[in-house]
T-cell receptor, first 110, second 116 residues
Framework: NAGVTQTPKFQVLKTGQSMTLQCAQD?????MYWYRQDPGMGLRLIYY???????DKGEVPNGYNVSRLNKREFSLRLESAAPSQTSVYFC?????????FGDGTRLSIL | GQQVMQIPQYQHVQEGEDFTTYCNSS?????IQWYKQRPGGHPVFLIQ?????EVKKQKRLTFQFGEAKKNSSLHITATQTTDVGTYFC????????????????FGQGTILTVHP
C-alpha cells in the first residue's frame, strides 16, 4: 500500500531556480494538502485542494503555486526559489479524517 | 484567525517517567486530532476526539478533550524509548463560510526525548 508518495525526497536549489514537488495518493481521497514544516513552527498549510479541479490558499501561500492535475496528483511549484523557502515539505490527503502524510521533501535553497 | 497552542515545546524525560503535553485552541473545536512524528519521519495519525470531556486510551497513552472543547491533553505513562518524537495536536480550521474542507490547524508540537 503506497498511500501518499512524494518526489523528490531531497533537493538543493540555488536562489532564483524553479522546481515542482510532486505528490500522488492512491487512496481515492478527495482532499489534498501541502504543508511546510520549520523548527518550532509546526506544520503550516500552504495550499489545499478540496476536490479535483479546485485549489485554495492556506496560511502561507506566497511564493508558491499548485496544480491539482487529477484526483490522484497535487503538485507544488516554486517559481523563483528563495532561501526563506528552505524547509521540509509534506503532502497529505484525506477522505473525511484523518490526514495521511507522505514522507516529505527536504528542500534547501542556497 | 484560529490559533492552536501547544506546551511545552520540549520535554526531556528519563525512561519510565510520565509525560504530558497540552493543547489549547483560541476557538471551540468540533474535534481534535493527535499525530506523532518520529525523528526524520512524517506525521502519523494517533486518534480523534469528538465529544466534550471525552477520554480515550491507547495502551500507555491517554487522550482527553476538555469540557469546553477548546483544550486537550496527551499523557504517556511510563515512557519508553519508542515514544521519542514530536506530538502534534490539530483542530479543524474553517473558511469564512464555515467550511473546513478537512483543513487542520496544527499546534507547534512537543518534542519528546526519552533518556534510557
Amino acid at each position: 500500500n503506497a498511500g501518499v508518495t512524494q518526489t523528490p525526497k531531497f533537493q538543493v536549489l540555488k536562489t532564483g531556480q524553479s522546481m515542482t514537488l510532486q505528490c500522488a495518493q492512491d487512496m481515492n481521497h478527495n482532499s489534498m494538502y501541502w504543508y511546510r514544516q520549520d523548527p518550532g513552527m509546526g506544520l503550516r498549510l500552504i495550499y489545499y485542494s478540496a476536490s479535483e479541479g479546485t485549489t485554495d490558499k492556506g496560511e502561507v501561500p506566497n511564493g508558491y503555486n499548485v496544480s491539482r492535475l487529477n484526483k490522484r496528483e497535487f503538485s507544488l511549484r516554486l517559481e523563483s526559489a528563495a532561501p526563506s523557502q528552505t524547509s521540509v515539505y509534506f503532502c497529505a490527503s484525506a477522505g473525511f479524517q484523518p490526514q495521511h502524510f507522505g514522507d516529505g521533501t527536504r528542500l534547501s535553497i542556497l | 484567525g484560529q490559533q492552536v497552542m501547544q506546551i511545552p515545546q520540549y520535554q526531556h524525560v528519563q525512561e519510565g517517567e510520565d509525560f504530558t503535553t497540552y493543547c489549547n485552541s483560541s476557538t471551540t473545536l468540533s474535534n481534535i486530532q493527535w499525530y506523532k512524528q518520529r525523528p526524520g519521519g512524517h506525521p502519523v495519525f494517533l486518534i480523534q476526539l469528538v465529544k466534550s470531556g471525552e477520554v480515550k486510551k491507547q495502551k500507555r497513552l491517554t487522550f482527553q478533550f476538555g469540557e469546553a472543547k477548546k483544550n486537550s491533553s496527551l499523557h504517556i505513562t511510563a515512557t519508553q524509548t519508542t515514544d521519542v518524537g514530536t506530538y502534534f495536536c490539530a483542530g479543524p480550521s474553517s473558511n469564512a463560510g464555515g467550511t473546513s474542507y478537512g483543513k487542520l490547524t496544527f499546534g507547534q508540537g512537543t518534542i519528546l526525548t526519552v533518556h534510557p
